[in-house]
């Protein structure tokens, strides 16, 4: 069984749009939306929920009013700013609270109560394309990288127990927490890029990310013709360092026009667009060791 | 004032719309790019960089001869950061969130402060504007206490010198950008008319409403996509502060690294009202009005 996650670094770059398109052309997988925080696989694919579930991770330090003498140890000990003194007494900031359980330890009254935190819920899904294993994390919750692990267990799971042979993710932009976690026993990241000043920046970022862990990595550049001297930097930074180039997409309203939809783009009448996409797809097969 | 510039979704234009308008920005200002994964704001600011330092998170470091392996540290650690087996402590410093619970709480003193290095924080001038940035170190997870070193930065900074703060906060809408938007007055969201941007505006609006902080939104690449972001900010009592029409120049102008303010006069003229507009929202309502009007 192959993983294959699909990145950015910078967001916006068509991430999702292409690996929708993925989702419908490659056969035998389990479609997984790693973007837990801002997910929008969904909006493409139109997923039936089978199975709900919630996501509780790390716990929250709550005051308790009555206990609480005001005596301020917890306040001089949180690092991270979550403890507010008001008239109204002492309370803890839940955005700000790290869920380290200090003030709960150090309190003299045992008045820290430390509940567990809901932060979100995970679903399998059936759809057009295929089983899909999906989450919603909290507006404002943490922890995605957690949920993102989650994710991967479930659909790795899923994928042994019905004998196929691929998991195809949508990864989250950036290079922190939850991008670290998708790319956990990746056999092959593929960046989404665009030739702009930040599409190359945050590619090369997210490039020395992977070789940092030792991923198998490989470039698309959509929107090529936005900026050729721009994709053409791009084009000479993967060959000085040997990442494969799978695709030069142009720039198509089409990716729009399927998104309000709810289609992705290989669906729709064909376009230069979908043509490559169809093609860059096979070279992602063969990079993956995905046989016929 | 401290301005954040946010969006839920990724690409809809957050450093454009901060560049633009740290470029037109009446008065003193630093302009500060808090998406220390992927920084991008000095690629369109270019700025005369003056000085950095490196930024480190506390981390313990373990003195064996005074170990007892009690294991006290171990069972306070909620990050699985420190782990005592048997006559063996194993610490994992790239787990620890440096809440500095375990060397506080270590009965034989075994524990002593030591450092993660998390990114490298620089400054400099761009045009009129002090510029500020980090950069989170490749391999490094946790953006959040890197941005609060960032923006203990950005607090020297006004100290020194009085003005506003614009932040350029890093997409989605969990911890890492609600550690961005939540010290700032007023929060601009930037989203486009898309499917994928009306979501994540949702997103972001459920995660930043319950700040009670003045927000409104720039419409960026409107007249691509539909209609639902305007139905939904008008439910919501959001103003929509700016629209950016959607024109293949502006994408041209951006992926040279312009700031689009330059781009004509029109456009100049769109972020100069942009920006009074978001000193009003911040003298004329007081925090909660917006969001819950």
Request: with cysteine.
């Amino acid at each position: 069984m192959r993983e294959i996650v699909i990145i950015s670094g910078k967001g916006g770059t068509g991430k999702t749009s292409i690996t929708g398109a993925f989702a419908h052309l490659a056969r035998n997988k389990v479609i997984c939306d790693l973007d837990v925080d801002a997910p929008d696989l969904h909006l493409l694919l139109r997923p039936s929920r089978e199975r709900v579930e919630e996501f509780h991770s790390g716990y929250e330090a709550q005051i308790d009013k009555d206990e609480c003498t005001r005596c301020g140890v917890c306040a001089s000990m949180c690092r991270f700013g979550a403890i507010r003194e008001t008239e109204d007494g002492v309370s803890v900031d839940p955005l700000r609270c790290e869920g380290c359980k200090v003030c709960v330890a150090f309190c003299p009254e045992d008045a820290v109560r430390f509940p567990q935190k809901h932060c979100g819920q995970w679903y399998v899904s059936s759809t057009r394309f295929g089983p899909m294993v999906h989450a919603q994390l909290f507006p404002g919750a943490e922890n995605s990288g957690r949920l993102v692990m989650v994710l991967k267990q479930q659909a790795k799971e899923m994928a042994r127990a019905r004998g196929l042979d691929l998991v195809l993710c949508d990864g989250a932009p950036g290079i922190g927490c939850p991008v670290i976690s998708s790319l956990s026993g990746t056999h092959l990241a593929v960046a989404v890029t665009e030739p702009t000043p930040s599409g190359r920046h945050d590619l090369e970022r997210v490039a020395e990310l992977c070789t940092h862990f030792q991923i198998a990595f490989a470039v698309i550049i959509n929107k090529h013709d936005l900026n050729m001297d721009e994709a053409s930097r791009i084009e000479a930074f993967c060959r000085e360092k040997g990442y494969p180039l799978l695709a030069r997409l142009p720039h198509d309203p089409i990716v729009t026009r399927a998104m309000i939809d709810g289609l992705v783009v290989t669906e729709l009448p064909e376009t230069d667009f979908s043509r490559e996409l169809i093609r860059t797809w096979k070279r992602v097969e063969d990079l993956a060791h995905l046989g016929p | 004032m401290i301005v954040s510039v946010a969006s839920g979704k990724g690409g809809t234009g957050k450093t454009t719309v901060t560049a633009s308008l740290a470029a037109v920005w009446d008065g003193s200002l630093v302009a500060v790019d808090l998406d220390v994964e992927e920084p991008n704001l000095h690629l369109f600011l270019q700025p005369i960089m003056e000085g950095c330092e490196r930024a480190h998170l506390e981390i313990p470091v373990l003195d064996e001869s005074r170990c007892t392996f009690c294991g006290a540290c171990s069972e306070l650690c909620q990050f699985k950061a420190i782990s005592v087996m048997g006559q063996l402590v194993l610490t994992f410093p790239e787990m620890c969130h440096g809440c500095g619970g375990c060397i506080a709480l270590c009965p034989e003193k075994a524990l002593s402060p030591g450092r993660r290095e998390l990114g490298e924080i620089s400054w400099g001038l761009a045009g009129k504007a002090r510029f500020l940035m980090g950069r989170l170190r490749i391999g490094e997870a946790m953006s959040p206490p890197f941005m609060r070193l960032v923006k203990a930065k950005l607090g020297e900074m006004m100290a020194a010198s009085a003005g506003d703060a614009i932040l350029d906060a890093p997409p989605g809408v969990s911890c890492p950008a609600v550690n961005a938007v939540i010290d700032s007055d007023v929060i601009v969201l930037v989203t486009e008319p898309t499917p994928f941007g009306f979501y994540d505006f949702q997103l972001a609006w459920e995660a930043f409403a319950p700040l009670g902080k003045p927000m409104g939104t720039v419409v960026n690449r409107a007249g691509l996509g539909n209609e639902d972001i305007y139905h939904f900010c008008r439910d919501k009592g959001l103003p929509i502060l700016a629209e950016i029409p959607y024109d293949r120049s502006i994408a041209e102008a951006y992926s040279c690294g312009r700031i689009i303010a330059d781009v004509s006069p029109e456009l100049k003229e769109t972020f100069i009202s942009l920006g009074g507009k978001i000193r009003d929202l911040a003298e004329l309502s007081s925090p909660g009005e917006v969001a819950h009007a």
